[in-house]
């Protein structure tokens, strides 16, 4: 019943396994991979405490940005359906 579906899975599975093998051993790539690693390595990586810190201003600002969104769009609806816009 699944036999299609299950062959189909492993071919596709196989195909991507031997591209990626022949791209890594394809020099221009390795080369391209090897200078990549090396600019990784030059990187200044920010430390935890400032990954968390950053972390909580943006949740922050988006939280803020929820409330006040919610409130303009609830004060327009209380409006807008006073004056007999929204019905």
Do not use: C
Request: glycine content about 2%.
């Amino acid at each position: 019943m699944y036999a299609p579906a299950l062959t189909i899975s492993i071919l596709v599975a196989i195909l991507g396994l031997w591209f990626s093998y022949r791209l890594v051993n394809y020099p221009r790539f390795a080369d391209f991979l090897i200078a990549t690693d090396a600019e990784l390595n030059k990187v200044s990586w920010s430390t935890q405490r400032k990954l968390v810190q950053d972390t909580i201003v943006v949740l922050v600002t988006v939280l803020l940005m929820a409330i006040f969104l919610f409130t303009m769009d609830y004060l327009l609806v209380f409006v807008l359906s006073r004056t007999g816009v929204l019905h």
